[in-house]
Protein backbone atom coordinates (compact mmCIF):
# COMPACT_ATOMS: atom_id res chain seq x y z
CA UNK A 1 0.00 0.00 0.00
CA UNK A 2 1.29 3.12 -0.98
CA UNK A 3 2.04 6.32 0.92
CA UNK A 4 0.53 9.75 0.41
CA UNK A 5 2.86 12.93 1.34
CA UNK A 6 1.92 16.05 0.71
CA UNK A 7 4.61 18.75 -0.66
CA UNK A 8 4.17 22.45 -1.41
CA UNK A 9 6.42 23.34 -4.46
CA UNK A 10 7.67 26.80 -2.98
CA UNK A 11 9.18 24.94 -0.09
CA UNK A 12 9.39 21.12 -0.57
CA UNK A 13 9.89 19.88 3.07
CA UNK A 14 13.41 18.72 3.08
CA UNK A 15 12.50 15.44 5.56
CA UNK A 16 9.71 13.81 3.58
CA UNK A 17 12.19 14.91 0.07
CA UNK A 18 14.27 12.26 2.28
CA UNK A 19 11.57 9.90 3.46
CA UNK A 20 10.88 9.24 -0.11
CA UNK A 21 14.04 9.13 -1.82
CA UNK A 22 15.00 6.49 0.56
CA UNK A 23 11.82 4.72 -0.85
CA UNK A 24 13.07 5.28 -4.41
CA UNK A 25 16.41 3.70 -3.15
CA UNK A 26 14.80 0.47 -1.87
CA UNK A 27 13.38 -0.24 -5.34
CA UNK A 28 9.93 2.33 -4.88
CA UNK A 29 8.12 3.75 -7.41
CA UNK A 30 6.74 7.19 -7.11
CA UNK A 31 4.23 8.97 -8.59
CA UNK A 32 5.37 12.39 -8.41
CA UNK A 33 4.15 16.17 -10.08
CA UNK A 34 6.36 18.23 -12.90
CA UNK A 35 5.74 20.96 -14.67
CA UNK A 36 3.55 19.02 -16.84
CA UNK A 37 1.29 15.75 -16.03
CA UNK A 38 1.97 13.61 -13.01
CA UNK A 39 4.40 10.82 -13.89
CA UNK A 40 5.25 7.58 -12.15
CA UNK A 41 9.07 6.70 -11.74
CA UNK A 42 11.68 5.11 -9.99
CA UNK A 43 15.72 5.17 -9.70
CA UNK A 44 16.83 5.03 -13.26
CA UNK A 45 19.87 2.27 -12.04
CA UNK A 46 17.48 0.06 -9.91
CA UNK A 47 16.74 -2.66 -12.72
CA UNK A 48 13.92 -4.73 -10.41
CA UNK A 49 12.14 -1.49 -10.07
CA UNK A 50 12.45 -0.55 -13.66
CA UNK A 51 11.00 -3.83 -14.57
CA UNK A 52 7.92 -3.02 -12.28
CA UNK A 53 7.16 0.16 -14.28
CA UNK A 54 7.71 -1.82 -17.76
CA UNK A 55 5.10 -4.28 -16.41
CA UNK A 56 2.90 -1.35 -15.24
CA UNK A 57 2.83 0.07 -18.79
CA UNK A 58 2.67 -3.12 -20.40
CA UNK A 59 6.00 -3.02 -22.34
CA UNK A 60 8.67 -4.48 -22.28
CA UNK A 61 11.94 -2.70 -20.41
CA UNK A 62 14.29 -2.42 -23.02
CA UNK A 63 11.80 -1.26 -25.47
CA UNK A 64 10.52 0.89 -23.14
CA UNK A 65 11.03 5.15 -24.08
CA UNK A 66 11.30 6.06 -20.43
CA UNK A 67 12.64 9.93 -20.15
CA UNK A 68 15.20 10.72 -17.79
CA UNK A 69 14.35 13.39 -15.17
CA UNK A 70 17.69 15.32 -14.37
CA UNK A 71 18.38 17.95 -12.00
CA UNK A 72 19.87 19.99 -14.20
CA UNK A 73 22.11 19.77 -17.25
CA UNK A 74 25.38 19.13 -14.94
CA UNK A 75 24.94 15.83 -14.88
CA UNK A 76 24.24 15.27 -19.29
CA UNK A 77 27.41 14.13 -20.09
CA UNK A 78 26.86 10.97 -18.03
CA UNK A 79 24.30 9.38 -20.45
CA UNK A 80 24.71 11.78 -23.16
CA UNK A 81 27.54 12.06 -25.73
CA UNK A 82 28.97 15.02 -26.62
CA UNK A 83 26.82 17.40 -28.09
CA UNK A 84 27.83 20.94 -30.09
CA UNK A 85 27.11 24.44 -29.07
CA UNK A 86 24.23 25.04 -30.93
CA UNK A 87 22.00 22.16 -29.30
CA UNK A 88 23.48 23.07 -25.65
CA UNK A 89 22.17 26.57 -26.46
CA UNK A 90 18.51 25.03 -27.22
CA UNK A 91 18.57 23.24 -23.77
CA UNK A 92 20.12 26.18 -21.57
CA UNK A 93 17.37 28.12 -23.10
CA UNK A 94 14.53 25.75 -22.73
CA UNK A 95 15.26 23.85 -20.13
CA UNK A 96 14.16 23.85 -16.65
CA UNK A 97 10.59 23.65 -18.94
CA UNK A 98 8.01 22.00 -20.10
CA UNK A 99 10.05 19.69 -22.95
CA UNK A 100 11.30 16.08 -23.55
CA UNK A 101 14.69 16.66 -25.16
CA UNK A 102 15.40 13.20 -27.14
CA UNK A 103 19.49 12.84 -27.71
CA UNK A 104 21.94 10.50 -28.51
CA UNK A 105 22.81 8.74 -25.91
CA UNK A 106 26.40 6.98 -24.57
CA UNK A 107 28.02 3.79 -23.33
CA UNK A 108 27.08 5.03 -19.67
CA UNK A 109 23.53 4.03 -19.92
CA UNK A 110 22.40 1.99 -17.43
CA UNK A 111 22.82 -1.54 -18.56
CA UNK A 112 19.13 -2.14 -19.24
CA UNK A 113 19.19 0.77 -21.77
CA UNK A 114 22.42 -0.14 -23.61
CA UNK A 115 21.22 -1.19 -26.83
CA UNK A 116 19.09 2.20 -26.84
CA UNK A 117 20.85 4.87 -29.52
CA UNK A 118 18.47 7.63 -28.19
CA UNK A 119 17.18 9.08 -24.96
CA UNK A 120 14.69 11.51 -23.59
CA UNK A 121 16.29 14.04 -21.30
CA UNK A 122 13.69 16.12 -18.55
CA UNK A 123 14.27 18.94 -16.76
CA UNK A 124 11.29 19.97 -14.72
CA UNK A 125 10.58 23.26 -13.97
CA UNK A 126 9.24 21.71 -10.44
CA UNK A 127 10.77 22.28 -7.24
CA UNK A 128 9.88 18.86 -5.78
CA UNK A 129 11.05 16.89 -8.28
CA UNK A 130 14.03 18.54 -8.82
CA UNK A 131 14.59 17.88 -4.73
CA UNK A 132 13.70 14.55 -5.27
CA UNK A 133 16.86 14.02 -8.15
CA UNK A 134 19.05 15.68 -5.88
CA UNK A 135 19.09 14.00 -2.96
CA UNK A 136 18.91 11.10 -4.87
CA UNK A 137 21.78 11.93 -6.47
CA UNK A 138 21.36 10.37 -9.82
CA UNK A 139 17.93 11.12 -12.58
CA UNK A 140 14.49 9.12 -12.13
CA UNK A 141 12.73 8.19 -14.85
CA UNK A 142 9.47 9.10 -16.28
CA UNK A 143 6.35 8.09 -17.86
CA UNK A 144 3.24 9.93 -18.06
CA UNK A 145 0.34 8.29 -16.42
CA UNK A 146 -3.16 8.38 -18.04
CA UNK A 147 -6.41 8.78 -17.00
CA UNK A 148 -9.39 6.57 -18.40
CA UNK A 149 -11.91 9.51 -19.17
CA UNK A 150 -12.05 10.20 -22.71
CA UNK A 151 -12.39 13.63 -22.58
CA UNK A 152 -9.11 14.41 -20.27
CA UNK A 153 -5.99 12.00 -20.86
CA UNK A 154 -4.12 12.64 -18.16
CA UNK A 155 -5.23 12.59 -14.10
CA UNK A 156 -4.96 15.37 -12.18
CA UNK A 157 -6.63 15.24 -9.09
CA UNK A 158 -3.61 14.03 -6.61
CA UNK A 159 -5.87 11.75 -4.47
CA UNK A 160 -7.74 10.34 -6.96
CA UNK A 161 -4.50 9.19 -8.16
CA UNK A 162 -3.83 7.66 -5.12
CA UNK A 163 -6.74 6.48 -4.94
CA UNK A 164 -5.94 3.92 -8.34
CA UNK A 165 -2.59 3.40 -7.87
CA UNK A 166 -1.90 2.87 -4.11
CA UNK A 167 -1.82 -1.11 -4.85
CA UNK A 168 1.02 -0.53 -7.47
CA UNK A 169 3.44 1.91 -6.33
CA UNK A 170 4.88 2.85 -2.81
CA UNK A 171 4.58 6.29 -2.70
CA UNK A 172 2.22 9.21 -4.37
CA UNK A 173 3.34 12.82 -3.82
CA UNK A 174 0.59 15.20 -3.36
CA UNK A 175 1.70 18.43 -5.48
CA UNK A 176 -1.42 20.37 -5.99
CA UNK A 177 -3.56 19.82 -8.81
CA UNK A 178 -1.31 19.06 -12.43
CA UNK A 179 -1.59 19.93 -15.59
CA UNK A 180 -3.13 17.74 -18.38
CA UNK A 181 -1.27 18.85 -21.34
CA UNK A 182 1.77 16.85 -22.09
CA UNK A 183 5.81 17.78 -22.49
CA UNK A 184 6.30 18.83 -25.99
CA UNK A 185 9.06 16.48 -27.71
CA UNK A 186 11.67 17.55 -29.58
CA UNK A 187 14.08 15.58 -31.41
CA UNK A 188 18.30 17.00 -31.46
CA UNK A 189 19.66 14.34 -32.80
CA UNK A 190 19.79 15.34 -35.96
CA UNK A 191 21.19 18.73 -38.27
CA UNK A 192 17.68 20.33 -37.16
CA UNK A 193 15.13 20.14 -34.39
CA UNK A 194 12.47 17.94 -35.15
CA UNK A 195 9.32 18.36 -33.29
CA UNK A 196 8.15 15.18 -32.22
CA UNK A 197 5.14 16.02 -30.15
CA UNK A 198 3.45 19.64 -29.95
CA UNK A 199 2.33 19.82 -25.37
CA UNK A 200 2.60 22.53 -23.13
CA UNK A 201 6.35 23.86 -24.49
CA UNK A 202 6.35 26.56 -26.97
CA UNK A 203 8.19 25.67 -30.25
CA UNK A 204 10.20 29.04 -30.21
CA UNK A 205 13.33 27.89 -28.16
Known amino acids: MATLIKLYEENPNPKEIQKIVKIIRDGGLVIYPSDTVYALGCDITNNKALERVAQIKGVKLEKANFSFVCEDLSNLSDYVRQIDTKTFKILKRALPGPYTFILPGNNNLPSVFKKKKEVGIRVPDNAITRAIV ?8 STSIYDEDEVIEYMTDPELIFEKWQSLV ?3 IDGGYGDNVPSTVIDLTGDEPQLIREGKGGLEI
Do not use: K
Open 170 to 172: DVV
Open 134 to 141: RELGNPII
